[in-house]
């Protein structure tokens, strides 16, 4: 049985990979995230603190549990947050890529690195695998860079892109797109929504499959890693309130300009999944059956 090495594991997607490993016990988990272990249940697996910035804790955490494969989620992924304090955008999402990189090669274990779709302008989605890739954010170039890193090494690689996840654990640091939504509609608060924007949105447990089939499939290479459904923005937000029947009227629709974030959005992305689906045996979920999972979730 392979073991497996989780980074960022508090946090959304690494909770659902915590939770599809502890149900159908088809690896040994390392989880390891900063700070105490968030995930509900205690055990079936191992909990390491581990400070994905400090390359000896890394090292030494690494080499303690010898995985053989490692998924890379830990990352700095809040686009205005990356804009304003680019040093720190720059340490997680480059510098400690890197770490994992030379500790890799060093004992042979497979790198599963999660990148995303802001690595291109949004002038030509949806994207293939093999699309020439243009940043217009600060967030988008450090995956850009992060991305050439693991292309570049000697360690059995693959990278999975993927678009705007959403979903819900028991103990969650941030928010997503859906929950914002819904939250904000439910309390009766007037949103202001882009219509300018399209996306393709990711279920965490889809995109947590995709990570687990990549170490399953030893795979090698780029893969998307997305939903399957394009959609605008204010569409998103709107499928939202007619599943769990909102008031509309609340949803102000609005240009992107108009908002004045600090860091520039892609318009168009989305991804052609073909590859991902032939070679992996990826099967994402329509937006409408996500939510319709998401909402058996809050019910229990």
């Not at 000697?154 to 979903?167: E, F, M, N, S």
């Not at 290479?221 to 204010?234: E, F, H, L, R, T």
């Not at 009227?249 to 999944?273: C, D, M, W, Y």
């Amino acid at each position: 049985m392979k073991t497996i090495l989780v980074t960022g594991s508090n946090g959304l997607l690494g909770q659902k990979i915590t939770e599809r490993l502890f149900t159908t016990k088809q690896f040994k988990l390392i989880a390891t995230s900063k700070g105490g272990d968030r995930f509900p249940v205690k055990d079936g697996y191992i909990y390491a603190e581990m400070n994905i910035l400090d390359p000896q804790n890394v090292r030494e955490v690494i080499e303690r549990y010898k995985p053989d494969a490692i998924i890379h989620t830990a990352a700095l992924t809040n686009v205005d947050t990356c804009e304003d304090q680019k040093e720190l955008a720059y340490q997680l999402n480059v510098e400690s890529v890197k770490t994992l990189i030379s500790i890799c090669e060093e004992y042979d274990i497979q790198l599963v690195h999660l990148s995303t779709d802001f690595i291109f302008d949004g002038a030509n989605g949806p994207y293939t695998e093999e699309a020439a890739v243009s940043p217009l954010s600060y967030y988008g170039e450090t995956k850009v860079e992060a991305e050439e890193a693991v292309k570049a090494s000697k360690c059995k690689w693959a990278i999975l892109r993927t678009i705007l996840v959403y979903g819900i654990v028991s103990d969650m640091s941030r928010s997503n797109i859906v929950l914002w939504a819904k939250g904000a509609l439910e309390k009766g608060a007037p949103i202001n929504v882009v219509n300018d924007q399209w996306r393709m949105p990711t279920l965490a447990e889809d995109l947590a499959d995709c990570c687990l089939l990549a170490v399953e499939k030893d795979a090698q290479g780029i893969y998307n890693a997305s939903g399957k459904d394009m959609m605008s923005v204010c569409e998103l937000v709107e499928k939202v309130a007619d599943y769990w029947k909102l008031d509309k009227s609340l949803i102000h629709e609005v240009s992107a300009a108009t908002l004045n974030q600090t860091a520039k959005r892609p318009v168009r992305t989305g991804f052609v999944l073909d590859k991902s689906i032939h070679d992996l045996g990826y099967n994402p979920h329509s937006f409408e059956e996500g939510l319709a999972i998401l909402d058996d979730q809050l019910k229990k």
